[in-house]
């Protein structure tokens, strides 16, 4: 099963964004970002939700809890 950072980047890519489009869609520094593609930081709450809304994907996805987007 995948863990949160390879989904994170997975669903960016798929997304055709780079990590500055996202840092800057989540009001949060580029290092900031590239800790969560790295699995080094985990966002707070309300930014795990708003990346599940960004992707249309539900949270327990995201977090790699299910393989049902």
Do not use: N
Not at 18 to 31: G, P, W
Not at 44 to 66: H, N, Q, W
Request: proline share 3%; with cysteine; net charge negative.
């Amino acid at each position: 099963m995948e863990t949160f950072a390879e989904r994170l980047k997975g669903l960016r890519k798929e997304k055709k964004w780079t990590q500055t489009q996202m840092a800057e869609y989540l009001q949060c520094s580029l290092r900031a970002y590239q800790y969560y593609e790295s699995a080094t930081h985990y966002p707070e709450i309300p930014d795990l939700m708003k990346l599940a809304d960004f992707f249309g994907v539900s949270t327990d996805y995201l977090l790699g809890r299910s393989e049902e987007r």
